[in-house]
């Protein structure tokens, strides 16, 4: 009994300490990133909140399981000392497949440009990257 | 003596499964993050072996435990058609202090300056941003 109890323990502390993933991003590597990226310019706004709650849930649900996760980032300032913000917003969607991707957003796409309004006055530059480490 | 062992299997599978981390993203909320982005052009170059093996393991070796993770990811395409490839690569720190950052970034701006001809000829943008989902 005791030594079937002290298996048990074993196993499953085994399984408990597997699931620790101490470099998240080692979980990302080989992906492909959609970012979607509001550049700043004196007059140009965003709204954050419209962005978080509606638009990217909505982009979101249109991807399925070939979307991995999707983050979003508020633009602070510039890393160089006396340069203006790059960017506004980023939000990235982190997918399997590229093709597929473009498949599940094709169909949405005048949906998608027509939500752009709602919540700024910028065209998002748009970058497709692997991702390698 | 059974009743011990299901009561142990029952919070060791708890643990087990309190570990998975279906939207790894979670995780960043908050976190800050600095961008190096470095701008595709025509006659632009970038080493993505030297950038992986020794610019960026030498840049998150000044920043101690600030750094959370850094990442790096290669330019594919831009995402919008008929537009050109918009960065040729990006590395990312992610950081719990901006201002830890610059200051082990500070006295080390040269060296790391000296570094850019090693594996690229154009000079990054740089967002800092702050992680909101």
């Known amino acids: 009994m005791k030594l079937l109890l002290s298996f048990f323990l074993l196993t ?9 993933k101490p470099n998240a991003g080692a979980a990302e590597k080989g ?18 909140e419209y962005y978080e709650t509606k638009h990217m849930p909505m982009v979101a649900g249109y991807l399925g399981s070939n979307l991995v996760k999707y983050t979003i980032e508020k633009g ?3 890393g160089i000392p006396n340069q203006p913000l790059p960017f506004m917003a980023i939000g ?3 997918i399997k497949s590229l093709s597929e991707y473009q498949a599940a957003i094709g169909p949405n796409r005048d949906a ?9 006055n910028v065209s998002p530059v748009i ?5 390698v480490k």
Chains 1, 2 share one sequence.
Not at 31 to 48: C, D, H, Q, R, W
Not at 112 to 120: H, L, M, V
Not at 127 to 131: H, I, Y
């Open 12 to 20: 499953t502390s085994l399984v408990a300490f597997s699931q620790e």
């Open 31 to 48: 992906l492909i990133k959609v970012s979607v990226m509001y550049p700043y310019a004196e007059g140009k706004t965003f709204n954050m």
């Open 76 to 78: 602070l300032a510039s």
């Open 92 to 94: 990235t969607f982190y």
């Open 112 to 120: 998608i440009r027509a939500d752009f309004q709602n919540y700024t």
């Open 127 to 131: 970058l497709v990257s692997e991702v």
